[in-house]
């Protein structure tokens, strides 16, 4: 495949260069390019994104994947549309849950595809996650007010973790990997990979709440066909306690802006949940309520 014109997407942390690009024929594609280190981890995303496609989910369709001299060469379908988390404030609420419950609909069939057989047990893996975030933290110069509110959470469910089952994840499954192309939407980066706990998967669902609650609300129930179990909620706001916490040190690297983001979304993860004293956040709201 050659590309005879290719225009910068600015967007993501990945690092990698992406752009639209054109063949000979007019035809537009998504074209990402990556370091040869990276080569083994992004075969995976692209088998990933594969089977969600094949399983008939709305993503872009998959087209090549070709090492060459400077980089890894991935191109799919080009997309059309918007980003959702940009289109989401200027539509109807009734439009913005439906697209969540649409969303969460994907998701619960995407988590139909199984985690490796040599995964390790979700208990250990994420007690040894929450250990680090922990350290991370107690270590970091910055600390949140009322941080401690997540570490006594963390502290005290860790029981949750028990016998969870794993599938493959998205791995940055929010509004901002999402488009709206002509009222459809698509689901887009699957770089960010993994497996796990199908419920971790809802740990960026504070990205979706900033941008639209109607989303969220419609996200989760669209997941479950309806309003979801308790057992949902504890573990959500463990998975959240757990992201929050390491937002913080990660942010530090990249300046004022960074830190000013994570402190402001921990404020309002305290606020949502009442200093991490309730389990079912304020911001839901089930669909006879909206």
């Given amino acids: 495949m050659e590309f005879v014109k290719r225009e910068p997407v600015d967007y993501g942390w990945s690092g990698d260069k992406k752009y639209h690009a054109w063949d000979a024929h007019g035809k537009e594609y998504f074209l990402r390019v990556c370091s040869p280190e990276k080569e083994g981890r992004m075969r995976k995303a692209r ?6 496609w094949d399983l008939g989910l709305p993503v872009s369709q998959p087209l090549g994947f ?20 940009e289109a989401l404030p200027s539509l109807p609420q009734p439009e913005q849950r439906r697209l969540g419950w649409e ?22 893996r994420f007690n040894a996650k929450i250990d680090r975030k922990l350290q991370l933290y107690r270590e970091c110069p910055l600390q949140y007010e009322s941080g401690g509110a997540f570490v006594r959470y963390l502290e005290e469910n860790r029981g949750l973790l028990h016998g969870r089952p794993q599938c493959r994840q998205h791995g940055d499954y929010h509004s901002g990997n999402m488009m709206l192309c002509g009222g459809k ?15 971790e998967e809802f740990n960026r669902i504070p990205w979706c709440v900033q941008a639209s609650p109607a989303f969220a609300s419609g996200m989760v129930d669209g997941y479950f066909g309806g309003e979801p179990p308790l057992a949902f909620w504890k573990l959500l706001a463990l ?3 757990s992201n929050t916490l390491g937002s913080l040190p990660w942010a530090i690297p990249y300046g004022e802006g960074e830190i000013r983001v994570a402190k402001q979304q921990a404020a309002e993860v305290l606020g949502w949940y009442d200093n991490m004293k309730r389990f ?11």
């Fill in 239 to 241: 998975y959240i306690s």
């Fill in 66 to 85: 070709e090492p060459r001299e400077d980089g890894i060469y991935m191109w799919e379908r080009w997309l059309p549309g918007t980003l959702l988390k």
């Fill in 185 to 199: 939407l698509y689901v887009i980066d699957f770089d960010r990979f993994d497996w796990g706990d199908p419920w």
């Fill in 280 to 290: 079912v956040p304020h911001w839901y709201q089930p669909a006879k309520e909206q």
């Fill in 47 to 52: 088998e990933l994104q594969q089977g969600a």
């Fill in 103 to 124: 969303a969460g609909e994907i998701l619960r069939t995407l988590h139909t595809i199984p985690a490796p057989a040599e995964a390790e047990d979700w208990e250990s």
